[in-house]
């Protein structure tokens, strides 16, 4: 009986692998995998959108309003003839005003009159010809002054001298002239009678085309015709006339001033 051992420890030995292949056979347990840390979100950038250029706002350059035009020579009644240097547009207190710049070079003066405003001023184009003609003829006349006192002849004179009327001013030139033979005049007159001469040796200058000089000349050629001055006797006797009415109208004014005093 001696082989029954062998026997034993063989089956022992063979069952071994089997336990060794059971074990194989179950896969290890794998380590959890650490979870990826989740990205920020990436905040969308915003769209650029391109800068528009400013706009310029372009001027309109208007050469024409109201019948009057850039660089025409108009009348203007309070400062006599000038030059329309352009028609600009300006905005004042937030509303846009059309504006004529007109210069006046002998008076070294710039004036800027509402477009809307022309008629309301009385501003008015160069006399015709035919009445710058009707203008002369009327300095051939009879000077007519009026037995008032002179502080309202003065009023009316210098009201026709700013009415921009070129008869009207001829006729304060015809009564204010005094020729070389007749007495002199008092300075409101002479005031005057130099304002009207002025407004009106411009006006003809610029519509004949010739200078001051020359218009002031025939201006003067036609006051020598007025039959007021063929009589120097005459004329003489009719200043002194003048001269006392003035004279008296001046003793008036101060009586009238005197009693306006008593009465306040």
Same mark, same amino acid.
């Given at each position: 009986?001696?082989?029954?051992?062998?026997?034993? *420890?063989?089956?022992?030995?063979?069952? +071994? %692998? &089997?336990?060794?292949?059971? $074990? #194989?056979? @179950?896969?290890?347990? =794998?380590?959890?995998?650490?979870?990826?840390? *989740?990205?920020?979100?990436?905040?969308? +950038? %915003? &769209?650029?959108?391109?800068? $528009? #250029?400013? @706009?310029?706002?372009? =001027?309109?350059?208007?050469?024409?309003?109201?019948?009057?035009?850039?660089?025409?020579?108009?009348?203007?009644?309070?400062?006599?003839?000038?030059?329309?240097?352009?028609?600009?547009?300006?905005?004042?207190?937030?509303?846009?005003?059309?504006?004529?710049?007109?210069?006046?070079?002998?008076?070294?003066?710039?004036?800027?009159?509402?477009?809307?405003?022309?008629?309301?001023?009385?501003?008015?184009?160069?006399?015709?010809?035919?009445?710058?003609?009707?203008?002369?003829?009327?300095?051939?006349?009879?000077?007519?002054?009026?037995?008032?006192?002179?502080?309202?002849?003065?009023?009316?004179?210098?009201?026709?001298?700013?009415?921009?009327?070129?008869?009207?001013?001829?006729?304060?030139?015809?009564?204010?002239?005094?020729?070389?033979?007749?007495?002199?005049?008092?300075?409101?007159?002479?005031?005057?009678?130099?304002?009207?001469?002025?407004?009106?040796?411009?006006?003809?200058?610029?519509?004949?085309?010739?200078?001051?000089?020359?218009?002031?000349?025939?201006?003067?050629?036609?006051?020598?015709?007025?039959?007021?001055?063929?009589?120097?006797?005459?004329?003489?006797?009719?200043?002194?006339?003048?001269?006392?009415?003035?004279?008296?109208?001046?003793?008036?004014?101060?009586?009238?001033?005197?009693?306006?005093?008593?009465?306040?």
């Amino acid at each position: 009986m001696p082989n029954k051992p062998v026997k034993t *420890a063989a089956k022992a030995t063979v069952s +071994k %692998p &089997a336990a060794a292949k059971t $074990a #194989a056979a @179950k896969p290890a347990p =794998k380590a959890p995998v650490a979870a990826a840390p *989740a990205k920020a979100p990436v905040a969308a +950038k %915003p &769209a650029v959108k391109p800068v $528009a #250029a400013p @706009k310029v706002e372009e =001027k309109k350059v208007v050469t024409q309003r109201q019948g009057f035009k850039a660089n025409e020579f108009v009348v203007y009644p309070a400062h006599g003839v000038g030059q329309i240097l352009a028609i600009e547009e300006q905005e004042i207190a937030g509303a846009k005003l059309e504006l004529f710049v007109i210069n006046f070079i002998k008076d070294k003066m710039t004036l800027r009159v509402p477009t809307a405003k022309v008629a309301n001023v009385g501003m008015r184009k160069l006399s015709e010809p035919a009445l710058v003609k009707k203008a002369l003829e009327t300095l051939k006349g009879r000077a007519r002054v009026k037995r008032t006192m002179w502080s309202r002849r003065a009023q009316e004179y210098e009201a026709k001298i700013n009415s921009g009327d070129i008869v009207a001013i001829a006729e304060v030139v015809r009564d204010l002239y005094r020729s070389e033979s007749q007495p002199e005049q008092s300075y409101s007159e002479r005031q005057l009678y130099e304002a009207a001469l002025d407004r009106l040796s411009r006006e003809i200058a610029v519509v004949q085309h010739s200078t001051e000089t020359e218009a002031i000349k025939e201006i003067e050629a036609q006051l020598a015709k007025s039959p007021r001055r063929t009589n120097a006797k005459a004329e003489a006797t009719e200043g002194e006339g003048d001269a006392d009415s003035e004279s008296d109208a001046d003793d008036t004014d101060g009586d009238d001033s005197t009693v306006a005093d008593e009465a306040a």
